[in-house]
């Protein structure tokens, strides 16, 4: 069979064909990419199918990618493709879109006892009894201009794919048809857990460079809900005026047949609107656990440095939090589709039951002529879609359609992951903490709009085990950035960190961490102290007796009851998850700011002191110079340099006004 082949090289091209394939009820799609040197698919070619003509998208021509953007997120226009998982990511890294409604021929072939996990080639051998080339598969896609073979492979693809969907979607019953659309939900959910695992292993810096503000919108985001209901208006609009022309057409035939087929538009309506009511339950659920995952996703960005330094921490958000959310919204979206699968079906059945109805009793009506007959059962069967997607359409608005726009951009973003992050937790292989070195360590910032490069460095400090090391300077001289080097959050660009002597090492990098907790000047304050597990120190609420914050929060099954406190009590909250972390080495940036002078005194000579009689070492970013006799080493920072002071007992005033 001849394929007749059309190159689309433009943005004009593209937006023109787009609007055509919006009419279209259903379109083949399939990718070629390239995926040998880097962490994600290079998008290579795109390939459009109808069964007879196939177009080829080339993607290093394409700079305006919204008309396609709009196809994908059509949910008028079914998508054919075939295990599509690498597929979908190339899509979302030019589009920003995935596609919805998707058909998968690899799942429909499984449905249909056709075979498991079958693929493309031997699919197409099956089923159409055509042998596909295979020499191409391999090939360098990103060569211009591409082979003659290479064009009709990619062309072969397309047209097969969509030949494949004519075949396999009339043996799907509606039950199977329901499920295959299903996968698709599950198709979702997996690229959610994905991108949340990818902002987990994200380098440090990159995420704060990209700012939670843009990061969270990106993984989930309810404008979409918006779009689909902009696609819906114009269908609707359509189909009701098809379905009144159609009322009155029967009018004009007969008021018995207008009376019977009232009834039975009245009868499906009310179906569905029952099965509305019943789906909106699960949908309701969805939405609920949409906001449960807005909420554990702000976590993921705001506490990026706390759960790189806590390992049990990232599991659990990960492994409970996220993948709970997202199965949870999975499964009621699932239920919800499942049960407007069957009012539809119902439907259909009532619309071939009235007019069997109609003709086996037609001698009810001895005056009616067989043309008026014939009228209103091909009018019924006219009326049948319109008014169906009419009817349907009203539950598909309020449904929360989940499309990600932007996650191309995300995912570029974070395309390279810290190399050795774990996820799960181990033990520990770096136990004690007896020394602490940076030798030689240096860090730039690049230059940005408005402002030069920042140098930090060299720096070269010694900590021991029990001190005290207060890091003072003016704001912006870089005692955070150091501090981020001396947590391994950033990568020095020359130098090294020492524990007892040996170099920290990318391998264990992450066992270093564990030896640290933290509170930042922009920390994130988790409601459960000890990485979600509910059993707590007896004496735990001791610690909000003495930081005057037990009239305000306690701590039940496990979680603190409330994080809802004004910023000083947050940052006591925030020490209080500290204590009971139980690491070795303790990080406290500029603490003290946010608290009255009496918490502030207490926590200068107070607690810091015990602190230190219990073996831990503190360090400590601080304006507050009339409490820098507390410390053992004063590290004043100017302009990226350090100067390192030993301090002496009698080297500052002790004498501090209560």
């Not at 226009?77 to 995935?98: M, N, Q």
């Not at 809900?225 to 208006?233: D, G, K, M, Q, R």
């Not at 774990?422 to 230059?447: F, G």
């Not at 264990?508 to 030896?515: A, C, H, I, P, V």
């Amino acid at each position: 069979m001849a394929i007749d082949i059309h190159w689309i090289r433009d943005d004009d091209s593209l937006a023109r064909h787009c609007a055509e394939w919006q009419l279209l009820p259903f379109v083949a799609l399939d990718t070629e990419f390239m995926r040998v040197d880097t962490f994600y698919p290079i998008a290579a070619l795109l390939q459009i199918g109808d069964g007879q003509s196939a177009w080829l998208i080339d993607p290093l021509l394409i700079n305006d990618w919204q008309p396609l953007s709009a196809l994908l997120e059509n949910p008028d226009v079914i998508k054919v493709v075939h295990a599509c998982s690498e597929d979908l990511e190339v899509l979302l890294r030019l589009t920003g879109s995935l596609p919805v409604p998707l058909f998968d021929t690899q799942l429909a072939a499984a449905y249909l006892n056709l075979g498991f996990s079958m693929g493309y080639s031997r699919l197409v051998q099956e089923v159409l009894n055509i042998d596909l080339p295979k020499g191409e598969t391999r090939s360098d896609w990103l060569q211009r201009p591409l082979s003659e073979t290479q064009i009709s492979y990619a062309a072969e693809d397309a047209v097969h794919l969509a030949e494949l969907f004519a075949i396999l979607r009339p043996r799907l019953s509606d039950d199977k048809y329901a499920w295959l659309l299903d996968d698709g939900a599950e198709l979702v959910a997996n690229l959610r857990r994905e991108l949340a695992a990818k902002v987990l292993v994200a380098p440090i810096e990159q995420l704060e460079r990209y700012r939670s503000h843009r990061l969270i919108p990106v993984l989930l985001n309810d404008v979409n809900t918006i779009s689909t209901f902009a696609l819906s208006v114009a269908p609707m609009v359509i189909s009701f005026t098809v379905t009144l022309g159609c009322l009155t057409y029967l009018a004009l035939l007969s008021w018995q047949i207008l009376a019977l087929t009232v009834l039975t538009v009245v009868l499906g309506t009310g179906a569905q609107y029952l099965a509305h009511a019943y789906g909106m339950r699960s949908i309701l659920a969805a939405r609920n656990s949409e906001d449960e995952l807005q909420k554990h996703y702000q976590a993921l960005s705001a506490g990026a440095k706390e759960l790189r330094i806590q390992r049990k921490r990232r599991q659990h958000m990960l492994d409970e939090k996220i993948h709970g959310a997202t199965e949870h919204i999975c499964r009621s979206n699932i239920r919800a589709a499942n049960i407007f699968v069957s009012a539809e079906t119902f439907g259909s059945m009532l619309f071939f039951a009235v007019i069997g109805i109609a003709i086996a009793f037609q001698a009810m009506w001895p005056t009616t002529e067989k043309t008026v007959l014939g009228g209103f059962v091909l009018v019924m069967l006219y009326m049948k879609g319109p008014l169906e997607r009419l009817i349907t359409a009203l539950p598909g608005i309020s449904r929360a359609q989940i499309a990600m726009r932007r996650i191309a951009e995300l995912s570029w973003k974070f395309s390279n992951p810290e190399p050795h992050l774990l996820v799960s937790d181990r033990p520990n292989s770096l136990a004690n903490m007896q020394t602490l070195e940076l030798h030689n360590l240096r860090y730039d910032y690049p230059p940005v709009e408005g402002s030069d490069a920042f140098h930090l460095g060299p720096v070269d400090l010694s900590i021991k085990q029990g001190d005290i090391v207060f890091i003072v300077g003016e704001n912006g001289c870089g005692k955070t950035t150091l501090i981020k080097l001396l947590l391994g959050l950033y990568t020095p660009q020359q130098g090294e960190i020492r524990l007892n002597g040996q170099t920290v090492t990318p391998e264990n990098l992450d066992d270093y961490r564990q030896l640290f907790t933290t509170i930042f000047a922009d920390y994130y304050l988790f409601d459960e102290p000890l990485q979600g597990q509910a059993a707590l120190p007896q004496d735990a609420g001791k610690y909000l007796e003495r930081l005057d914050i037990a009239h305000k929060v306690s701590i039940k099954d496990g979680a603190f009851t409330t994080t809802d406190l004004s910023a000083g009590q947050r940052k006591r909250l925030a020490l209080i998850n500290a204590w009971l972390d139980e690491r070795q080495v303790l990080v406290f940036d500029e603490w003290a700011a946010d608290q009255d002078p009496a918490f502030r005194r207490m926590f200068y000579t107070e607690l810091l002191p015990e602190l230190k009689q219990q073996g831990k070492t503190i360090i400590v970013i601080s304006h507050d110079d009339r409490y820098f006799y507390i410390a053992d080493q004063l590290v004043r920072m100017q302009t990226g340099q350090i100067q390192v002071e030993q301090v002496q007992n009698d080297t500052y005033d002790k004498t501090i006004p209560a």
